[in-house]
T-cell receptor, first 111, second 116 residues
Framework: QKEVEQDPGPLSVPEGAIVSLNCTYSNSAFQYFMWYRQYSRKGPELLMYTYSSGNKEDGRFTAQVDKSSKYISLFIRDSQPSDSATYLCAMQETSGSRLTFGEGTQLTVNP | EAGVAQSPRYKIIEKRQSVAFWCNPISGHATLYWYQQILGQGPKLLIQFQNNGVVDDSQLPKDRFSAERLKGVDSTLKIQPAKLEDSAVYLC??????????????FGPGTRLTVT
Protein backbone atom coordinates (compact mmCIF):
# COMPACT_ATOMS: atom_id res chain seq x y z
CA GLN A 1 0.00 0.00 0.00
CA LYS A 2 1.30 3.44 -0.91
CA GLU A 3 1.83 5.86 1.96
CA VAL A 4 0.04 8.63 0.03
CA GLU A 5 -2.84 8.06 -2.39
CA GLN A 6 -4.07 10.68 -4.83
CA ASP A 7 -6.63 10.39 -7.63
CA PRO A 8 -4.64 11.08 -10.82
CA GLY A 9 -7.67 12.41 -12.71
CA PRO A 10 -7.62 13.96 -15.24
CA LEU A 11 -10.07 16.55 -13.99
CA SER A 12 -11.66 19.02 -16.40
CA VAL A 13 -13.82 21.92 -15.19
CA PRO A 14 -15.26 25.14 -16.66
CA GLU A 15 -13.78 28.48 -15.70
CA GLY A 16 -15.21 29.77 -12.45
CA ALA A 17 -15.92 26.33 -10.99
CA ILE A 18 -14.91 25.25 -7.50
CA VAL A 19 -12.28 22.51 -7.66
CA SER A 20 -11.71 19.93 -4.94
CA LEU A 21 -8.49 17.90 -4.88
CA ASN A 22 -7.89 15.19 -2.30
CA CYS A 23 -5.28 12.86 -0.85
CA THR A 24 -5.36 10.11 1.73
CA TYR A 25 -2.42 8.77 3.68
CA SER A 26 -1.53 5.92 5.99
CA ASN A 27 1.51 7.19 7.96
CA SER A 28 0.37 8.65 11.28
CA ALA A 29 3.74 10.35 11.73
CA PHE A 30 3.05 12.86 8.95
CA GLN A 31 2.66 16.32 10.48
CA TYR A 32 3.30 18.70 7.58
CA PHE A 33 0.94 18.64 4.61
CA MET A 34 1.72 20.46 1.41
CA TRP A 35 0.27 21.16 -2.00
CA TYR A 36 2.54 21.78 -4.96
CA ARG A 37 1.57 22.95 -8.43
CA GLN A 38 3.48 21.66 -11.44
CA TYR A 39 3.05 23.20 -14.86
CA SER A 40 4.00 21.17 -17.91
CA ARG A 41 7.78 20.89 -18.40
CA LYS A 42 8.42 22.70 -15.09
CA GLY A 43 9.41 21.69 -11.59
CA PRO A 44 6.84 21.69 -8.74
CA GLU A 45 6.29 24.92 -6.83
CA LEU A 46 4.95 25.14 -3.29
CA LEU A 47 1.37 26.45 -3.11
CA MET A 48 0.45 25.95 0.53
CA TYR A 49 1.47 24.05 3.63
CA THR A 50 -0.40 23.18 6.81
CA TYR A 51 0.98 21.94 10.08
CA SER A 52 -1.14 19.26 11.79
CA SER A 53 -4.93 19.56 11.46
CA GLY A 54 -7.03 22.51 10.41
CA ASN A 55 -7.72 24.87 7.56
CA LYS A 56 -5.57 27.43 5.83
CA GLU A 57 -6.70 29.97 3.26
CA ASP A 58 -4.65 31.93 0.74
CA GLY A 59 -6.61 33.90 -1.79
CA ARG A 60 -8.64 31.51 -3.91
CA PHE A 61 -6.96 28.46 -2.35
CA THR A 62 -8.00 26.66 0.85
CA ALA A 63 -6.16 23.68 2.31
CA GLN A 64 -7.82 21.36 4.82
CA VAL A 65 -6.30 18.60 6.91
CA ASP A 66 -8.29 16.00 8.83
CA LYS A 67 -5.76 13.88 10.70
CA SER A 68 -8.43 11.70 12.29
CA SER A 69 -9.46 10.53 8.83
CA LYS A 70 -5.96 10.81 7.32
CA TYR A 71 -7.43 12.96 4.57
CA ILE A 72 -6.33 16.28 3.10
CA SER A 73 -8.00 18.54 0.55
CA LEU A 74 -7.23 21.55 -1.59
CA PHE A 75 -10.09 23.74 -2.77
CA ILE A 76 -9.72 26.24 -5.59
CA ARG A 77 -12.47 28.87 -5.86
CA ASP A 78 -13.27 30.75 -9.06
CA SER A 79 -10.91 28.54 -11.03
CA GLN A 80 -9.02 30.16 -13.91
CA PRO A 81 -7.44 28.70 -17.06
CA SER A 82 -4.07 29.63 -15.54
CA ASP A 83 -4.80 27.09 -12.77
CA SER A 84 -4.46 24.30 -15.35
CA ALA A 85 -1.59 22.17 -14.04
CA THR A 86 -0.82 19.02 -12.09
CA TYR A 87 -1.40 19.35 -8.35
CA LEU A 88 0.74 17.23 -6.07
CA CYS A 89 0.08 16.62 -2.40
CA ALA A 90 3.13 15.94 -0.24
CA MET A 91 3.68 15.07 3.39
CA GLN A 92 6.51 15.20 5.88
CA GLU A 93 7.20 13.81 9.34
CA THR A 94 8.27 16.36 11.95
CA SER A 95 11.47 14.49 12.75
CA GLY A 96 12.48 13.85 9.18
CA SER A 97 13.16 15.92 6.10
CA ARG A 98 11.91 13.60 3.37
CA LEU A 99 8.81 14.61 1.44
CA THR A 100 6.47 11.85 0.30
CA PHE A 101 4.45 12.88 -2.74
CA GLY A 102 1.16 11.67 -4.14
CA GLU A 103 0.87 10.80 -7.83
CA GLY A 104 -0.57 14.18 -8.75
CA THR A 105 -3.95 15.22 -10.18
CA GLN A 106 -3.98 16.76 -13.64
CA LEU A 107 -6.42 19.69 -13.74
CA THR A 108 -7.66 21.52 -16.83
CA VAL A 109 -9.79 24.66 -16.48
CA ASN A 110 -11.61 25.42 -19.71
CA PRO A 111 -12.35 29.06 -20.67
CA GLU B 1 17.08 35.76 -7.09
CA ALA B 2 18.15 33.14 -9.62
CA GLY B 3 16.39 29.78 -9.40
CA VAL B 4 17.75 26.26 -9.42
CA ALA B 5 19.58 25.57 -12.68
CA GLN B 6 19.79 22.15 -14.31
CA SER B 7 21.41 20.84 -17.44
CA PRO B 8 20.90 19.33 -19.85
CA ARG B 9 17.15 19.79 -20.22
CA TYR B 10 16.74 16.73 -22.40
CA LYS B 11 18.84 13.63 -22.94
CA ILE B 12 18.29 10.52 -25.05
CA ILE B 13 20.62 7.55 -24.55
CA GLU B 14 20.63 3.85 -25.30
CA LYS B 15 20.38 1.31 -22.50
CA ARG B 16 23.67 0.39 -20.88
CA GLN B 17 25.13 3.82 -21.68
CA SER B 18 26.05 6.28 -18.94
CA VAL B 19 24.66 9.77 -18.37
CA ALA B 20 25.29 12.66 -15.99
CA PHE B 21 23.07 15.51 -14.86
CA TRP B 22 24.21 18.77 -13.34
CA CYS B 23 22.50 21.02 -10.79
CA ASN B 24 23.33 24.47 -9.46
CA PRO B 25 21.18 25.32 -6.41
CA ILE B 26 20.02 28.71 -5.22
CA SER B 27 22.91 30.62 -3.68
CA GLY B 28 23.16 30.03 0.05
CA HIS B 29 20.96 26.94 0.12
CA ALA B 30 22.70 24.29 2.18
CA THR B 31 20.34 21.45 1.36
CA LEU B 32 20.16 19.88 -2.09
CA TYR B 33 17.83 17.13 -3.27
CA TRP B 34 17.67 14.90 -6.34
CA TYR B 35 14.28 13.42 -7.27
CA GLN B 36 13.15 10.98 -9.92
CA GLN B 37 9.72 11.64 -11.42
CA ILE B 38 8.40 8.90 -13.66
CA LEU B 39 5.60 9.92 -16.02
CA GLY B 40 2.28 10.02 -14.18
CA GLN B 41 3.87 9.76 -10.74
CA GLY B 42 4.96 12.13 -8.03
CA PRO B 43 8.64 12.88 -7.41
CA LYS B 44 10.58 10.28 -5.46
CA LEU B 45 13.60 11.38 -3.43
CA LEU B 46 16.83 9.75 -4.58
CA ILE B 47 19.38 11.56 -2.42
CA GLN B 48 19.60 14.53 -0.07
CA PHE B 49 22.77 16.49 0.70
CA GLN B 50 23.36 18.84 3.59
CA ASN B 51 26.35 20.91 2.46
CA ASN B 52 28.83 18.24 1.31
CA GLY B 53 27.40 15.36 3.31
CA VAL B 54 24.73 12.82 2.40
CA VAL B 55 21.69 12.94 4.70
CA ASP B 56 19.45 10.39 2.99
CA ASP B 57 20.25 8.08 0.09
CA SER B 58 18.06 5.18 1.14
CA GLN B 59 16.10 5.22 -2.13
CA LEU B 60 19.09 5.60 -4.43
CA PRO B 61 19.82 2.46 -6.53
CA LYS B 62 23.46 2.46 -5.59
CA ASP B 63 24.46 -0.27 -8.03
CA ARG B 64 23.93 2.16 -10.91
CA PHE B 65 23.28 5.64 -9.52
CA SER B 66 25.83 7.91 -7.88
CA ALA B 67 25.80 11.53 -6.84
CA GLU B 68 28.25 14.02 -5.45
CA ARG B 69 28.18 17.56 -4.22
CA LEU B 70 31.61 19.10 -4.27
CA LYS B 71 32.34 22.20 -2.17
CA GLY B 72 28.74 22.21 -0.96
CA VAL B 73 27.39 23.95 -4.06
CA ASP B 74 26.91 22.24 -7.44
CA SER B 75 25.91 18.61 -7.67
CA THR B 76 26.12 15.87 -10.27
CA LEU B 77 23.91 12.78 -10.55
CA LYS B 78 25.21 9.90 -12.66
CA ILE B 79 23.60 6.75 -14.00
CA GLN B 80 25.84 3.93 -15.20
CA PRO B 81 24.67 1.75 -16.88
CA ALA B 82 21.21 3.07 -17.71
CA LYS B 83 18.14 0.83 -17.94
CA LEU B 84 14.87 1.39 -19.77
CA GLU B 85 13.08 1.94 -16.46
CA ASP B 86 15.34 4.93 -15.73
CA SER B 87 13.38 6.98 -18.27
CA ALA B 88 12.02 9.83 -16.16
CA VAL B 89 12.44 13.49 -15.29
CA TYR B 90 15.25 14.09 -12.82
CA LEU B 91 14.51 17.06 -10.63
CA CYS B 92 16.96 18.95 -8.48
CA UNK B 93 15.72 21.05 -5.58
CA UNK B 94 17.34 23.15 -2.90
CA UNK B 95 16.29 24.63 0.42
CA UNK B 96 17.75 26.93 3.02
CA UNK B 97 17.04 24.45 5.79
CA UNK B 98 15.81 20.87 5.98
CA UNK B 99 14.23 20.16 9.36
CA UNK B 100 11.46 20.82 9.96
CA UNK B 101 10.73 23.05 6.98
CA UNK B 102 11.87 20.71 4.24
CA UNK B 103 8.76 21.64 2.30
CA UNK B 104 10.30 25.00 1.43
CA UNK B 105 12.12 23.48 -1.49
CA UNK B 106 12.69 25.23 -4.77
CA PHE B 107 12.74 22.96 -7.79
CA GLY B 108 14.63 23.27 -11.02
CA PRO B 109 12.99 22.58 -14.40
CA GLY B 110 14.33 19.03 -14.49
CA THR B 111 16.21 16.91 -17.00
CA ARG B 112 14.01 14.65 -19.12
CA LEU B 113 15.86 11.37 -19.73
CA THR B 114 14.74 8.88 -22.35
CA VAL B 115 16.47 5.49 -22.42
CA THR B 116 15.92 3.51 -25.64
Amino acid sequence: QKEVEQDPGPLSVPEGAIVSLNCTYSNSAFQYFMWYRQYSRKGPELLMYTYSSGNKEDGRFTAQVDKSSKYISLFIRDSQPSDSATYLCAMQETSGSRLTFGEGTQLTVNP
Amino acid sequence: EAGVAQSPRYKIIEKRQSVAFWCNPISGHATLYWYQQILGQGPKLLIQFQNNGVVDDSQLPKDRFSAERLKGVDSTLKIQPAKLEDSAVYLCASSLRSIPRAYEQYFGPGTRLTVT
